[in-house]
């Protein structure tokens, strides 16, 4: 039998750095969360983004010519995300909009996936759908059937998850088209983090300063740390199998819904952990489940 090939170096480091990177996806959005000005926070966050874009477009290559209208789409699409995120934590509870949106995502894929690009769908992958979709009703309902003035905040978190799945699918195109990856993040990061400082001076002109003044490090720790949530991924994707590493980067569900009853001392009950662990758990039969 042929030996195995070598492990590429740091491999064995990867689910530890995954598991990181969820974590630190779990705790920006939870700093987003507790910003009592959401809109001056996201924009802290985003010009965070802007600012790491504007370093690496001097480093790195420019994107091809084809990869432009997949910036300009994604750019808008996550600019949709950062503001219908926004609007569901000003709505709702942390420990539930949080677990919404980042589950709605794959399962969004999934049907696109199926639906309109025509790819098969294994039984793994129907299984995993419906253990999805079971998961997120129970965390809409976890607190009882939602009135009308709880279902604004839960379609902000669905609309979140619908633009995370968006331009999920345009960046996966993107990449493709722009031969250098560097380039596309490089790029795309500083375009997408214009965008909500723009909205945002639009909607309140010259005192957005004054807003941004007290919570600036809140802020922009929130945005490094996306950025840096993102590259550990980035890396690890580098040296690890990707359905791996796409299952574990969904644990962050289970870490968003730990925060908000540890931090925010939101109600966590057993019908909201038996929800989360739902969702995780239909996801990685998602993930894993390609071939059965």
């Not at 619908?162 to 250098?180: P, Q």
Request: hydrophobic letters at 55%; one cysteine or more; proline letters at 7%.
């Amino acid at each position: 039998m042929p030996a195995n090939p070598p492990s590429p170096p740091g491999a064995a480091a990867v689910p530890v750095v995954v598991l990181a990177s969820a974590v630190l996806h779990a705790v920006w959005n939870a700093l987003a969360h507790g910003l009592r000005d959401k809109l001056a926070g996201f924009t802290l966050i985003s010009l965070a983004s802007a600012g790491c874009g504007a370093v690496l477009v001097c480093l790195a290559p420019l994107p091809a010519p084809a990869a432009w209208p997949y910036i300009a789409a994604s750019a808008g699409l996550q600019a949709a995300y950062q503001l219908l995120l926004l609007r569901a934590y000003q709505l709702g509870d942390f420990g539930q909009m949080y677990p919404t949106a980042r589950g709605t995502s794959p399962l969004v894929v999934a049907l696109v996936s199926t639906t309109l690009l025509g790819h098969a769908l294994p039984a793994g992958h129907a299984l995993g759908i419906a253990v999805i979709s079971c998961g997120l009703a129970a965390l809409a309902l976890a607190d009882g059937m939602p009135g009308r003035a709880q279902l604004p905040a839960l379609a902000a978190a669905v609309g979140t998850g619908v633009m995370i799945a968006s331009y999920t699918l345009v960046d996966g195109g993107g990449v493709r088209a722009s031969g250098s990856v560097l380039g596309y993040i490089a790029w795309l990061f500083l375009c997408q983090g214009l965008v909500l400082p723009l909205i945002a001076l639009a909607r309140r002109g010259p005192a957005l300063l004054a807003t941004l003044r007290p919570m600036w490090a809140r802020g922009l720790t929130g945005g490094l740390l996306s950025l840096l949530a993102y590259g550990l991924v980035v890396w690890a994707q580098s040296r690890g199998d990707l359905p791996t590493i796409a299952a574990l980067r969904e644990t962050s569900i289970v870490f968003g819904t730990l925060i908000g009853a540890v931090v925010f001392r939101e109600s966590l009950g057993h019908r909201r952990i038996t929800a989360a662990v739902t969702v995780l758990a239909g996801i990685a039969v998602l993930r894993f489940g390609g071939g059965a």
